[in-house]
């Protein structure tokens, strides 16, 4: 029966391709720069409508347009002034166009705050040339996707984010249209390196926080889609700073028949982590390459090959470390003192090769290959001696601020031999038609896992003497107890899993409309087989657009569908290094309601988005997050909601140079499916405790449901911005802005079941600014014979890192007493540093 369901729908799908609602007319021509050379990718579309075209290799366009209807055509390409032609064809009426694009300025690049094609969807598009200039630690491009509504990071060290209460593995991540994969083993910002996202390389950035279409991959949060240039000329870039270096290539032949972009990077966040409390000889050494080669073997055909290599090294050897915390009446000290060291590796290889064939103007086939690798090792022997210290808090003693009593001492010993080597390829084929009120796109796709995972770690705590757990002793016995010796922590396992995946989807958009409004729907269904759990899974996905013709220049939305994410691997493995074998796939449905209004204010362009959104979610996973390693109770369920509101302006606050403030308010819970515990009364009826098993010694037990719990990325507010601004009387001085404010995170003691995991750490601020000083420029003139004469541009910046020195704590270290109390202290993010930025482009 679900059979002919999908068969029916497909042929729905495919049967609006053969009705127009209307006749159309044709607009046809070349795009040139003021060089007169030909512009490839422009794009080209019909405004308030989705869909649109693009020119080619060799600046050539055709578009079908609806007839005997004023419409406005829209030219655009990043670095290019826009351009508009408003026009009204008849029936069958060709029009010949070549418009000019002109390079926008680099002092003040000229915004789009309107993106025709997509405005009709869950997607936002990002400008990439952002990147260069947001001040950050990581220098990254999710440093932009971190200032959008409903995406939350509590750590400037990583390139990781939780999008609309999800965590990390919910987001997928697209390059011209490749999945890209992260490491496994990481468990901390610091060891992370770089992301695989060059955004020297970088020409279109769309995001989209839910909703998204069913083109789109299996996951249950959000979409990256990034798009790599396609160079027409020689060009390149390097920048040099405190924390590394990049640099880039980019070429095409004189019949720009063959392209090609080579990226390099290297990073070292040595500075920034010898400012943490843990002081010590950190030696991280991060580097990458990537290539993505282009060849059109004719009109029709094309060929592309992306390939990437990342070594990331992350060694230290910590030395001491002391952390002051808790409240004013009762301020504490930890003090530790290391031995040992931590040596991890995380070596990953992706390659990709792309085949497209265009038989027609409006049709397009590609066969995708993909592969990705990755070896990663973690190893390390640490032993830390602390001491817990009162501190005094007297203004008026003269050992104010010093430790005057000793509460806690001890030691404790960490030990991990961890090895993990994971392949993935797969082999897909996507292809799209077009005409002027229907857009169909179709893909399919195997793909073949191999998870090998080598598990050796352990943790040994002594405190005062005596060895936790504490085991029993021999004192007043006649005979001796012989009691084992526990390890605190330990899990040793070897796992081996190869399964293979199947996947595909169909997507049709209609285009409907007239002269008082436009109206268009997107509705697709996905299909996802996975022979691991053999479970198959049906998505349906759909948004409806309507823009009415009205004064105010406002669109409405509403998307839903179900986004299932079946498990990869780190879902299926416990803390115990178990693995799940009988997994089902994680559920969330969708319902996102929005409006996307175009105002003037000041006499300037601005967008304001708004989304409203409930995600149904069930068969969750269980999780708890320590840093950026996400822990899973594998062999739990539970069902959840996630809710809230997302909302963002865009425009020129300063004339002539776009800035963004996002404002995300949002409550995440779940409720596991069968936990509960035991409430301890006596006689009396007074509660004396609680516990997982009944007590014997308890005049009654009573059992008690949690329900409803906050899941670990309940972050209830946040809000974000990056600002710039410029002198009046030399735009070649600029400022650059990014704040950052998220409410308090959920939390617990290890060991702890979920719902005990209810505490809540301080709020993260943060605000990073950077000064750019344009040095070469358009505004600039030099002699042909100086060899300065071939840079575009060159400009210096100065940025400071966490301006107003706030300790953001992002997880806590627990150190246990022999009486068993426990201690959580804050481990700290970075404090105020400095940066200094040279970048030049050729």
Known sequence: MIKYKVLTFILLLITGLQVSAQETGTVKGKITNERNQPIELVNIAIMGLPGGTVSNRKGLYEIEVPSNKDITLVFSFI????????????????????????ESTEMLPDIVIQDERIRNTNLQRINPKEVAVIPSVTGSVESLIKTLPGVSSNNELSSQYSVRGGNFDENLVYVDDIEIYRPFLIRSGQQEGM????????????????????????????????????????????????LGATAHLEGATRNQKFSYLLGVRQKSNKYVLNALETQGEYKPSFFDIQVLLRYDISDKIEISVLGNYANNKYKVIPQTRETSFGTIQEAKKLTVYFDGQEVDQYKTYQGAFKLIYKPTKKTQLSLIGAAFNSDESETYD??????????????????????????????????????????????????SFENANNYLTWGAKFQHEVIDDHIGEWEMIDSAGFSLPRPGDSIGYPTMIVSPFDLNYAVKSDINLSSNRYTGFVQNTWRLGDDTRDFAITAGIRANYWDFNEQFLLSPRATVSYHPNWVKDILFRFSAGYYYQPPFYRE??????????????????????????????????????TEVYYKLLDDLIPYEVDNVRIRYYANQRAKGYATGIDMKINGEFVKGIESWASLSLMKTEEDIYGDFYYEYFNAEGEKIGTGQVENPEAASNVQVEPGFIPRPTDQRFRFSMFFQDYLPMNPTYKMHLAFYYGSSLPFGPPKSQRYQQTLRMPSYRRVDIGFSKQIIGNHTSIN?????????????????????????????????????????????LTPRQLNVKLVVQF
């Open 572 to 609: 299926l493995r416990d803390f115990d290094g178990n693995i799940n074998h009988d997994p089902k796939a994680q559920k969330s449905i969708h319902f996102v309601a929005g409006s996307d209004w175009n105002i003037q204010i000041w006499g300037r362009p601005f967008k304001f988005v």
């Open 79 to 102: 670095g290019y002034e826009r351009k508009a032609l408003q026009l009204r064809l008849e029936a069958g009426e060709e029009r010949l166009f070549n418009p000019t694009l002109s």
């Open 195 to 242: 992301s695989f996202l060059n955004s020297d390389l970088t020409s279109s950035i769309l995001f989209s926080a839910g909703g998204f279409d069913a083109r789109y991959g299996d996951k249950m949060s959000s979409v990256l889609d990034i798009k790599y240039r396609r160079p027409t000329e020689f060009a390149g870039s390097v920048s040099l700073s405190l």
């Open 784 to 828: 042909p014979k100086n060899p300065l004469h071939y840079l575009k541009s060159m400009w210096i910046s100065l940025e400071v890192f966490n301006l107003l020195q706030v300790n953001n704590t992002i997880s806590y270290i627990w150190v246990t007493d022999v009486s068993g109390r426990q201690y959580a202290v804050p481990n700290y």
């Open 382 to 431: 640490v032993q830390g001696q602390y001491w817990i210290g009162q501190l005094e808090t007297g203004l008026g003693e003269n050992d104010f601020g010093e430790v005057i009593q000793t509460q806690g001492v001890g030691t404790y010993l960490e030990h991990a031999r961890n090895f993990l080597i994971a392949t993935v390829w797969s082999v897909g084929h996507k292809g």
